[in-house]
């Protein structure tokens, strides 16, 4: 016996020199929720580089358990380098795989990723072909495919297949049914070729837009057996014509309606970020509110990705989210990233 102990012994210290690992899992949190950011990824949004996270995290004082960034279909590929920077850098990847066709221009119709076409098998191959490489990365990855259907700005929006509702009777409104396809349809090719490392985020916007029946949130969920987590973007003012929108008033509505998708899987806030404009309202408070209230208050919640960019507007305007767009803002963000609540590793089952 102790000779066959021996052995095994043995054997498993081989595996381990070759580099094997036990299969890793996100663990949900029972207390406080993971910190996260999205590091302004140029025009296609993937662009990681580790001096960038390095250098994040010395400005807010804390490392980053969810590092996002983009996927979008018109690259035609699997970012395998991206996803391994994140992973030594001690993060999980969260991908918006999107689809979407350069280029990557907002408020324009369908292009040659439509939903249609997805629906119809035709973009099957590269599905097949970026799961096979999600599965020979092997460690854990948060996906968020086709997000803020809800809105205006993606050529995948509800707003451009249907506002009516299907001939069939019992059926539900033309948009939100295809979308639902086309969601089952990604998430089923993808399993079905093995992959067991990803968890889904159903990812809405937290305002639906327009505000029709037939286009809230909850007529595009797809199912509790194709989703892991229930995400929503969360944005106070953004561009300078908005009107200014404190942080409880952009969350506490929807957080109730995303809850009610399903009682049970934990909430992601896979976007969340406010502008600076001091002529409208205070974004420190905005900012300190937001991680202040975010663990106490609102305890399904368990990830908040900060969305830290700034660009240039059409009329020449500037959107500033980085969390360093002002000192008053960059001292709230430190101050409230502090909180022992607010998790700045994942942890792994």
Known sequence: MRRWLLLSGLLVGVVWAQGAEPAKKLRVPERGLYLGAYLDGGDAEDKVSREAMDAYDKKVGKSQAIIAFSSFWGRQSFPRKQVDLVSVYGAIPLIYWSPWDEPYMQDRGPDRFSLLSIVAGKWDDYIDRWADEAKAYGKPLLVSWGLEMNGTWFPWSGCFY???????????????????????????????????????????????????????????YPGGDVVDWLGMSVYGKQFRDNKWVSFRDCIDYAYQDLGKLDPKKPMLLAEIGVGEFPESGSKPDWVRDALRDLPRDFPRIKGAV???????????????LRMWSSPESMKAFREGAKDPLWLGRPDWN
């Open 162 to 220: 249907g506002a009516e509702k299907k001939a069939a009777k019992g059926s539900g409104y033309v948009a939100a049914e295809l979308y639902k396809k086309c969601y089952r349809h990604v998430v089923g090719r993808v399993r079905a070729r093995g992959v067991e490392n990803i968890e889904w985020v159903f990812h809405a916007n937290d305002y639906s837009s327009p505000w029709e029946d037939w286009n809230l949130m909850k007529e595009y």
């Open 306 to 320: 900060f969305w830290n960019e700034r660009w240039e507007n059409a009329d020449g305007t500037y959107s500033n």
